[in-house]
């Protein structure tokens, strides 16, 4: 019988000589709602039960420890914990980088969250900020680490320097294949921090093992974030995240976000007979299909939508031809190409940022979105530039990568 695979968070429950260091220390947990063992206890409930761990502070990411707000750039406030009595400090409220205060609440921060493997979850830029701040007021951080659900894969344009963001924390490509653990390690060398960092490995995870390819098939998925609903949105969310900086419905309000998009005024049907003209080598390893979808809020609410969905479950997927982010870059121009003057990106402010558009935002600069608009612009041109930017990334992260 296979060995179930711990995450970080099991292993340091487990296992009593992981935990002597926090002896005598005060400890802070950053957690989210799928910050859970493998009994679906939360992490901040588990810890509190043990000992020798004495438990100062929390802190919650966007979307707050409770996962309870919907929709971006809606802010968490700090609270006090009803049960243990101790701060919840918000890291997505008044301000995003923990402050003097708050960083004297602790002296060992855990950091147990559940990341997609995407540049622009900003789970990852807040864990940057924490390390950034551990560093400055010489405070340690562990990451429990947890797996990359979307696997080794690389895919993307790099960020360009200039362009960081709270959806860009450095200058990673858009899928960058690594866990928490060994992003904090890749943060660390790259801005030449110095701290106590530590990461909890997890146990048996194999990264290329089907059916997951990354994720467990045995482990309960929790939504890390409300519109982070199963293991297909975490697949295709390299690529539909940047639906977030266009006028396209990305399913937000309806049961299925982030595995589809569309709008009242578009053609699906021509839409993927385009993408499949242009490009058919970019819509590898999944199935596209036609559908009809009305979003109960967000963008085109109670409007009739024609669009298209990606399915990448298990009998549609193949882990190694599926680029999503090509994909979504392909949707792009298909529609560019089939209604030249469609007002395709959308302008307002974006986490934070109201001088750049949230597409160059969300690309790390403006190269996609200029590659879309450019009329005689081919899939191969953007491939001259992305195949480099992957291959400068694999050989980067190789130093940093934990797991087989």
């Known amino acids: 019988m296979t060995s179930p695979v711990l995450f970080g968070l099991d292993r340091l429950l487990t296992d009593p000589t992981l935990r002597a260091p926090l002896a005598g220390r005060r400890v802070a947990l950053l957690a989210h709602p799928a910050s859970v063992t493998r009994n679906l206890d939360h992490a901040l409930d588990a810890l509190a039960a043990c000992p020798e761990i004495t438990l100062s502070a929390a802190f ?21 914990d009803p049960q243990l009595g101790i701060p919840v400090f918000s890291l997505y409220g008044e301000v995003r980088r923990p402050t003097d205060a708050m960083m004297a609440s602790f002296d060992v921060l855990l950091v147990d969250l559940q990341d997609l493997g995407c540049r622009i979850y900003t789970f990852i830029t807040t864990l940057r900020y924490v390390l950034e701040a551990a560093a400055k007021h010489g405070k340690t951080v562990w990451v429990l680490d947890r797996p ?38 890749w943060f660390i060398a790259t801005l030449g921090l110095q701290l106590e960092y530590r990461v ?47 006028t396209l419905s990305e399913g937000r309000g309806t049961t ?19 993408m499949r003209a242009l490009a058919p080598h970019w819509l590898a390893g999944c199935v596209l299909r036609e559908i009809w979808f009305e979003p109960t809020f967000h963008k085109h609410v109670g409007k009739l939508c024609a669009g298209v969905q990606i399915h990448v479950e298990t009998a ?21 190409q089939l209604y030249p003057a469609y007002p395709l990106w959308r302008d307002f402010g974006y986490e934070y940022e109201h001088e750049r558009l949230a597409i160059d935002l969300i690309n790390g600069s403006p190269l996609l979105r200029e590659w879309v608009d450019d009329a005689a612009a081919t899939p191969d041109d953007l491939d001259v530039l992305t195949l480099a930017d992957e291959a400068s990334w694999r050989a980067e992260r190789a130093a940093f990568l934990l797991y087989s």
Request: aromatic residues 8%; charged residues 20%.
């Open 148 to 185: 990359n659900p979307a696997g080794r894969p690389v895919e993307g344009l790099r960020l360009r320097e200039g362009w960081e963001s709270f959806v860009g924390a450095g200058s990673l490509p858009m899928r960058h294949g690594l866990t928490m653990g060994e992003l904090g390690h």
């Open 200 to 246: 909890i490995q997890m146990q048996g995870w194999q990264p290329e093992a089907a059916p997951g390819y990354g994720w467990p098939e045995e482990r309960a998925w929790i939504n890390p974030s409300p519109n982070a609903a199963n293991l297909s949105m975490a697949r295709a969310y390299a690529g539909t995240v940047m639906l977030e900086g266009a």
């Open 316 to 336: 549609h997927y193949d882990h190694a031809a599926f680029r999503p982010w090509r994909l979504q870059a392909l949707a792009f121009k298909a529609i560019r």
């Open 256 to 274: 299925r976000p982030l595995e589809l998009f569309g709008a009242p005024d578009i053609e699906a049907r021509a839409v993927i007979a385009k």
């Open 60 to 80: 919650g990411p966007q979307h707050g420890l409770r996962g309870d707000k919907q929709d971006n750039m809606v802010e968490s406030p700090d609270y006090l």
